[in-house]
């Protein structure tokens, strides 16, 4: 820090804003991949019942798939 005592005033003063700038900066980054996990998470619990439903469809029309094939092949 010997360096820092060196500076005039105005110097130490432009340090300590770029300091607290990029601060600043780092918390938004982060705060904003926060919010972006957060938003994902909400996305996907939205979309968990759709794609539950879409198989239980897809395992009703499979079942429904042999009744057809074995009805079609007595004709």
Not at 9 to 17: R, W
Not at 43 to 55: D, F, G, M, Y
Not at 58 to 71: F, G, N, Y
């Given at each position: 820090?010997?360096?820092f005592?060196n500076?005039?005033i105005?110097?130490?003063?432009l340090?300590?804003?770029?300091l607290?700038?990029v601060?600043?900066?780092?918390?938004?980054?982060?705060?904003?991949?926060?919010?972006?996990?957060?938003?994902?998470?909400k996305l996907?619990?939205?979309?968990?019942?759709?794609?539950?439903?879409?198989?239980?469809?897809?395992?009703?029309?499979?079942?429904?798939?042999?009744?057809?094939?074995?009805?079609?092949?007595?004709?």
């Amino acid at each position: 820090m010997n360096w820092f005592n060196n500076l005039k005033i105005g110097s130490k003063l432009l340090v300590a804003v770029l300091l607290l700038c990029v601060n600043a900066s780092l918390m938004g980054a982060v705060g904003m991949k926060q919010m972006e996990a957060t938003r994902s998470g909400k996305l996907l619990e939205e979309l968990v019942p759709n794609i539950r439903k879409t198989a239980d469809l897809v395992q009703e029309v499979s079942a429904a798939l042999p009744d057809e094939d074995r009805e079609s092949k007595r004709f």
